[in-house]
T-cell receptor
Framework: SQTIHQWPATLVQPVGSPLSLECTVE??????LYWYRQAAGRGLQLLFY??????ISSEVPQNLSASRPQDRQFILSSKKLLLSDSGFYLC???????????????FGNGTRLTVT | GEDVEQSLFLSVREGDSSVINCTYT??????LYWYKQEPGAGLQLLTY?????DMKQDQRLTVLLNKKDKHLSLRIADTQTGDSAIYFC????????????FGSGTRLLVRP
């Protein structure tokens, strides 16, 4: 069965410091990978998605970047954090293509980032 | 354009039925999903419906789809306190990204 690991679970970082959040998926090959952000009391905003190694699509211009150095590894980064980067970051994966259930996303447990 | 809207809050008494509503705008959506988020956790897939279906039932959950009005609803029968959570509807984009566009979530509070 497939599993997704996301770490760290919580992070407190000062403004201007760098950021690196990591996500790995096990039990499947060539998954689609996604980074979402959930601001307090709000819905989910898609930040980045990747359909293959080295292929990154950005949905919202911002202070963040993403990389996919390996097939099942997705990294969210920032060189200098802003206060507005605080939020709950969720990594997700889906099977490549569309199957009998469409292509539902499967989420990690999230990282709560507080920028102080 | 892509937009999914939900009411923000719903309060029901334990044992009653809950109905959470959602509207979407992209008529080319193929699949629509309902997710549940408990406090401090990720999102859990509850159920889905294909766009050529009108209804789908899965134990206590019933999904209704009105494609003409682009309206989706989730009915939870015999709502329990453990059902208290945020519920998100999402539509699947038909392009190769297969990304999901989420609503803002409905917070369901079940009163004992």
């Amino acid at each position: 069965s497939q599993t997704i690991h996301q770490w760290p679970a919580t992070l407190v970082q000062p403004v201007g410091s760098p950021l690196s959040l990591e996500c790995t998926v096990e039990g499947t090959s060539n998954p689609n990978l996604y980074w979402y952000r959930q601001a307090a009391g709000r819905g989910l905003q898609l930040l980045f998605y990747s359909v293959g190694i080295g292929q990154i699509s950005s949905e919202v211009p911002q202070n963040l970047s993403a990389s996919r150095p390996q097939d099942r590894q997705f990294i969210l980064s920032s060189k200098k954090l802003l206060l507005s980067d605080s939020g709950f970051y969720l990594c997700a994966w889906s099977l490549p293509g569309q199957g009998p259930r469409g292509s539902p996303l499967h989420f990690g447990n999230g990282t709560r980032l507080t920028v102080t | 354009g892509e937009d999914v809207e939900q009411s923000l809050f719903l309060s029901v008494r334990e044992g009653d039925s809950s109905v959470i509503n959602c509207t979407y705008t992209d008529s080319s959506s193929t699949y629509l999903y309902w997710y549940k988020q408990e406090p401090g956790a990720g999102l859990q897939l509850l159920t889905y419906i294909f766009s050529n279906m009108d209804m789908k039932q899965d134990q206590r959950l019933t999904v209704l789809l009105n494609k003409k009005d682009k309206h989706l609803s989730l009915r939870i029968a015999d709502t329990q306190t453990g059902d208290s959570a945020i519920y998100f509807c999402a539509e699947s984009m038909k392009d190769s990204s297969y990304k999901l566009i989420f609503g803002s979530g409905t917070r369901l509070l079940v009163r004992p």
